[in-house]
Nanobody
Framework: QVQLVESGGGLVQAGDSLRLSCAAS????????MGWFRQAPGKEREFVAA????????YLADSVKGRFTISRDNAKNTVYLQMNSLKPGDTAVYYC?????????????????????WGQGTQVTVSS
């Protein structure tokens, strides 16, 4: 069992940066593929970014490529989402998730169905 707690959300202006953190409980954090998803008001939850167990492989949604970076620190049981050049369209609740599945294709790691544990989310609001 893994418990995930997100932090770092807030209200910012367009063009600003934020770094989200997701702290995980448990001693097997390094074995999980970790992902970030987001859900805007009235919309479906969507994939944002994923990272393999040691950080060597990452995958980001086209909408955030070049602006967002995902990283992890296994010694701290934490995964990060660095968000730069934020836009109003990035406004959403951001969720951290952990998958016991092995890293595979982008289609697989971006699928919500592959993730076994979810955090409660942190709100990010970007004003214009």
């Amino acid at each position: 069992q893994v418990q995930l707690v997100e932090s770092g959300g807030g209200l910012v202006q367009a063009g600003d940066s934020l770094r989200l953190s997701c702290a995980a409980s448990g001693r097997t954090f390094s074995s999980y593929v970790m992902g970030w998803f987001r859900q805007a008001p009235g919309k479906e939850r969507e994939f944002v970014a994923a990272i393999n167990w040691n950080g060597a492989d990452t995958y980001l949604a086209d909408s955030v490529k070049g602006r967002f970076t995902i990283s992890r620190d296994n010694a701290k049981n934490t995964v990060y989402l660095q968000m730069n050049s934020l836009k109003p369209g990035d406004t959403a609740v951001y969720y951290c998730a952990a998958s016991r599945s092995a890293w595979s294709t982008p289609l697989m790691v971006s699928s919500q169905n592959k993730y076994d544990y979810w955090g409660q989310g942190t709100q990010v609001t970007v004003s214009s």
